[in-house]
């Protein structure tokens, strides 16, 4: 079925995203620069990145979306065939979609171009999916919405740019104090303050400490989804498509 070769095609090219961002995250292509603070005497981290994220990745994550967005809309042409009949007319065939409303319900005509050559109860059960239904803002949480939202951003406006972030901070104290501990997590830039801490000496007059910055490749600030985790929103699309949309529907194809 084109539906499933469609959606495994585009789990191959996020797999290989995935080990490709792995790849580049395991070479530590972010520092963590500390100097004094002159005026407070706090210890500054400073983020200092020796590689960019790869150009490609923004093609990659494109390609991706497209092709999960394309299984559904394979998905609702194949139920309606298997429901109509083939071929199928050439209003219906034009007007073929798999339907993503968040924000408002849809106007019922709108639903019957897209869906009404499919039978009723697999029409019952795409309409329970709507995003909309979650209220809002919760629908701009829906994994559908997500996808529909990043997949027609990427076709119609631009890439989707990723940007490095930072999970947390992870200090390894060997002698002295730390306190006053300040710190984010997201998205990060070369030359951005990641990190301020004091650092006070022991009896000994001893301190010292190691400074880490895990991370991830997120989307950046222009994404509907700005600062979520590439690979995971990804994984939570597949996930929504795989249990809610794939499972009860494949059942009208046999």
Same mark, same amino acid.
């Given at each position: 079925m084109s539906f499933q070769a469609k959606f495994h095609h585009a789990m191959q090219q996020m797999k290989a995203l995935e080990a490709d961002m792995d790849a580049w995250i395991a070479t530590d292509p972010y520092t963590v620069d500390v100097h004094v603070d002159a005026q407070t005497g706090e210890r500054v981290g400073i983020a200092m990145l020796r590689e960019q994220p790869k150009a490609q990745w923004a093609l990659d994550i494109g390609d991706c979306l497209y092709g999960f967005r394309s299984s559904l809309d394979h998905l609702a042409f194949e139920l309606?065939?298997?429901? /109509?009949? /083939?071929? #199928?007319?050439? !209003?219906?065939?034009?007007?073929?979609?798999?339907?993503?409303?968040? #924000? %408002?319900?849809? !106007?019922?005509? #709108?639903?019957t171009k897209k869906i009404g050559a499919i039978d009723p109860a697999a029409q019952a059960i795409i309409e329970a999916l709507q995003p909309h239904h979650r209220g809002n803002p919760a629908f701009e949480k829906d994994p559908l919405w997500i996808l529909d939202r990043l997949c027609n951003l990427d076709k119609h406006r631009t890439l989707h740019v990723v940007v490095p972030a930072k999970k947390g901070i992870s200090l390894n104290l060997i002698s002295g104090a730390i306190g006053n501990v300040q710190y984010s997590s997201g998205p990060v !830039?070369?030359? &951005?303050? @990641?990190?301020?801490?004091? =650092? %006070?000496?022991? &009896?000994?007059?001893?301190?010292?400490?190691? =400074?880490? =910055?895990?991370?991830? @490749?997120?989307?950046?600030?222009?994404?509907?989804?700005?600062?979520?985790?590439?690979?995971? /929103? =990804?994984?939570?699309?597949?996930?929504?498509? @795989?249990? !809610? @949309?794939?499972?009860?529907? &494949?059942?009208?194809?046999?």
């Open positions: 309606a065939e298997h429901h /109509t009949g /083939t071929p #199928l007319p050439t !209003d219906i065939a034009k007007n073929s979609e798999f339907p993503i409303y968040g #924000l %408002t319900a849809p !106007d019922p005509h #709108l639903i !830039d070369h030359g &951005a303050e @990641v990190i301020r801490f004091s =650092l %006070t000496p022991d &009896a000994e007059g001893n301190m010292e400490m190691q =400074l880490k =910055l895990p991370y991830f @490749v997120s989307f950046s600030e222009d994404s509907p989804a700005f600062g979520e985790p590439v690979i995971r /929103t =990804l994984g939570e699309i597949t996930t929504r498509i @795989v249990v !809610d @949309v794939f499972g009860p529907l &494949a059942a009208f194809l046999r």
